[in-house]
């Protein structure tokens, strides 16, 4: 129903910068929210950054001042700053959507891929 294409994952050296983008297309009434995990090795999925139709932003602790999340309600966007990154970043970042779709208007999380940053000098 819904598809999720995330780019702008790789290689950056500590104190760098990367942007993720994650773009949401398919059969869709609307999205409610939008959100950015990562998952290390080891380690469980955990929330980095997310933001609602509305505008309401909510970051973990550790990416506060950090990162930037934001997104483009036109495009079905959501995008991911990250800088001053360090090596406690690396993970594997993945795009969550949670839009309402038919037929009977149910909202729905839907997952990416998922996209490799990795944090070495």
């Known amino acids: 129903q819904v598809q999720l294409v995330e780019s702008g994952g790789g290689l950056v050296q500590p104190g760098g910068s990367l942007r993720l983008s994650c773009a949401a297309s398919g059969r869709l009434f609307s999205i409610y929210a939008m959100a950015w995990y990562r998952q290390a090795p080891g380690k469980e999925r955990e929330l980095v950054a997310s933001?609602?139709?509305?505008?309401?932003?909510n970051y973990a602790g550790s990416v506060k001042g950090r990162f930037t999340i934001s997104s483009d309600d036109a495009k079905n966007t959501v995008y991911l700053q990250m800088d001053s990154m360090q090596p406690e970043d690396m993970a594997v970042y993945y795009c969550?959507?949670?839009?309402?779709?038919?037929?009977?208007?149910?909202?729905?999380?839907?997952w990416g891929q998922g996209t490799q940053v990795t944090v070495s000098s």
């Open positions: 969550n959507v949670e839009a309402v779709v038919p037929p009977d208007g149910r909202m729905k999380p839907f």
């Open positions: 933001i609602t139709s509305g505008g309401k932003i």
